[in-house]
């Protein structure tokens, strides 16, 4: 079966738009930036990839047990894939706060897109980013 060129490119998270190193982790929380509301906090920090990256700090003292902490990343990295176009070269490293923990999904989503609409307006306007 022959691919429609004019079908769009799929939204997927592979690993290299992933923070997957300690490395990574603390370059980011170095020389970032920090953005958040009362779900999530976000530390962003240009990086020389051209993408945007991802990395997730979701821990069990602050969301629970596995059940709700994977939920919660879930919801991170789907938000993420489908926004990734939008969002411009930075390093992107999202901690769960308290209140995720019980909140809705659909609240957590809104969240986050507020989050990445405020990455795109702090780049936009800072020469750094």
Partial sequence: MNADPIEPKRLTLPAELRLRRKSQFEAAYA???RLGDGYFSVTMS???VGRP???LA???K???NSVKRNRIRRLIRESFRLSQLEIPPVDLIVSARARAKDASSDELRASL???WDKVRKQCASSPKY
């Fill in 31 to 33: 020389s970032g930036r």
């Fill in 46 to 48: 240009p990086n020389e």
């Fill in 53 to 55: 990256r991802i990395g």
């Fill in 58 to 60: 979701v821990a069990v």
């Fill in 62 to 64: 602050i969301a629970g």
């Fill in 113 to 115: 897109a507020a989050l």
